[in-house]
């Protein structure tokens, strides 16, 4: 996208040349142009920057000087083959608190020691996962044709599960050709699929807030602007919604279908139809995440099954559900973004072995898939009904109670900070994950999402017990 300069903000003692290099080398730097790309020409690059053409000659004579930009005799001046400084993913978010670093919270989490009780994780621990079935389905994918496990699978993925996924789409009201389907290897991939065709570097993009907070980590990748749209119990707050298309003219809405991560609220039919038109009206694309959708005792709406798949992709996955070793995800779009969609996936991965499809398919088709639903469902009620005592016990307060999914979101007592509680649960080895890992909002700094799956033992709240009388102490001794 060709979008104008702009000068950087004044830091004195800038020149007007030293202001024009450090716009130049900003724009490189936060990859809103390529390297070999062509920069403006002098006299357009003087009108956007309001300096004369002289001033312009000699930042671009320096920056050539230093290797950033090279001069084409005849043709102007293009960035330099290793012009951008390095990207960074763990760079902190301007939108987020200073004290939460992203990254090192998923690590964190996932270098625990195998005795760390976890309640703040995102996926299910090993004895909720339907083992036997993937058992089954591991033995009977070793006993098949070796073309299943050893080329390249095909580029949109294996046939026989994409249309599985089409009929369980179908299900829930929203039925596509299995060709309009893309596997990928996971919901996070998709996202990052349908974010790499759509955006381009400063592109605004609308999350819900509170978010899935590897969301924002994404989209810095993709040096987008992010912009935060309140959810609220049955889905965005319409009115801030239609206010932000408005003003930031956004080109992706990313969402969550079904129990919502990390609030637990579902999407009412009316926001989802209110939603649609908003969109229409401001030519924004809705992405939405459907991992959780299988946690629902009765689905809710899906934005794909009142659009048809106009301008809604729908991506979703089944390691919430089957196993986080089985990373197997889906793209389903409208046919000619699908086509697209194929042709990135192949530029960005080429391709994998057919065996981890052929397995999920396996667990999908043979029964016992279904029967684990129906036992998941009713012990995931108990476990969040047990939760939320337990919480409530202590002083939580839910912020809704959900009606399916893993994830309860809930707010602690007297005005405690969920990172200073977080932090000293770690002494007893139990990981927490604070509001603030959700949200830029201050609002949210009191929360705490809890994984009901993860929640089974007292230890952990005995150890949230001790972490906020702790958390209490120093918050008192900062008021004295």
Request: hydrophobic share 45%; with cysteine.
């Given at each position: ?378 012990r995931l009620a108990a476990a969040t009904a047990s939760t939320l005592r337990r919480l409530g016990a202590l002083g939580l307060t839910p912020w809704v109670e959900p009606r399916g999914g893993i994830f309860l979101w809930a707010k602690l007592p007297d005005g405690l900070d969920a990172v200073e509680v977080a932090h000293a649960a770690l002494e007893d080895n139990v990981f927490f994950a604070p509001g603030r890992a959700f949200s830029p909002n201050p609002f949210w700094a009191g929360h705490m999402r809890f994984n009901v799956t993860q929640c089974g033992d007292a230890r952990i709240f005995e150890a949230l017990d001790r972490a906020m009388k702790k958390a209490a102490g120093i918050s008192s001794d900062r008021r004295g």
């Amino acid at each position: 996208m060709d979008t104008p300069f702009s000068p950087p903000a004044p830091i004195a003692p800038l020149s007007r040349v030293g202001h024009v290099i450090a716009a130049v080398r900003g724009r490189i730097d936060a990859r809103a142009i390529g390297l070999g790309a062509k920069l403006p020409s002098v006299r357009r690059l003087a009108e956007q920057l309001a300096v004369s053409k002289s001033t312009v000659v000699e930042a671009y004579d320096r920056l050539a000087a230093d290797g950033t930009v090279e001069a084409r005799r005849g043709s102007g001046f293009y960035v330099a083959a290793g012009a951008a400084a390095p990207l960074v993913v763990a760079a902190p978010s301007p939108v987020l608190s200073p004290c939460i670093d992203l990254p090192r919270i998923v690590r964190q989490a996932l270098e625990m020691r195998p005795d760390a009780l976890q309640p703040g994780a995102g996926w299910l621990p090993e004895s909720w996962q339907p083992l036997d079935a993937l058992n089954r389905a591991l033995r009977a994918a070793a006993r098949g044709e070796a073309a299943t496990k050893t080329p390249y699978e095909s580029p949109r993925g294996f046939e026989p599960l994409r249309k599985v996924i089409a009929a369980r789409l179908a299900e829930h009201g929203a039925p596509v050709d299995p060709r309009q389907i893309v596997l990928t290897d996971s919901g996070t991939h998709g996202i990052d699929l349908a974010a790499r065709y759509f955006l381009s570097p400063g592109d605004a993009v609308v999350i819900d807030d509170p978010h899935y907070f590897n969301i924002v980590q994404l989209l810095n990748v993709h040096r987008a602007k992010i912009v935060f749209a309140p959810f609220l119990i049955d889905g965005p707050d319409i009115v801030a919604l239609e206010a932000i298309f408005a003003q930031h003219r956004p080109r992706l809405y990313l969402t969550v279908a079904g129990p919502h991560n990390p609030t637990g609220a579902v999407w009412s039919p009316a926001n989802a139809h209110r939603a649609l038109k908003l969109a229409e009206r401001h030519d924004v694309v809705i992405v939405q995440d459907d991992v959780y959708g299988d946690l629902e005792p009765t689905p809710t709406p899906r934005l794909a099954s009142f659009d048809g798949f106009d301008r809604v992709i729908q991506v979703g996955g089944t390691s919430r559900t089957i196993s986080t070793a089985l990373r197997v995800g889906y793209i389903a779009a409208r046919a000619d973004w699908a086509e697209a969609l194929v042709d990135l996936k192949l530029v960005t991965t080429l391709g994998k072995s057919s065996l981890t499809a052929v397995v999920l398919h396996q667990v999908l088709t043979e029964g016992g898939y279904r029967r684990h639903l129906d036992t998941f469902r009713p012990r995931l009620a108990a476990a969040t009904a047990s939760t939320l005592r337990r919480l409530g016990a202590l002083g939580l307060t839910p912020w809704v109670e959900p009606r399916g999914g893993i994830f309860l979101w809930a707010k602690l007592p007297d005005g405690l900070d969920a990172v200073e509680v977080a932090h000293a649960a770690l002494e007893d080895n139990v990981f927490f994950a604070p509001g603030r890992a959700f949200s830029p909002n201050p609002f949210w700094a009191g929360h705490m999402r809890f994984n009901v799956t993860q929640c089974g033992d007292a230890r952990i709240f005995e150890a949230l017990d001790r972490a906020m009388k702790k958390a209490a102490g120093i918050s008192s001794d900062r008021r004295g």
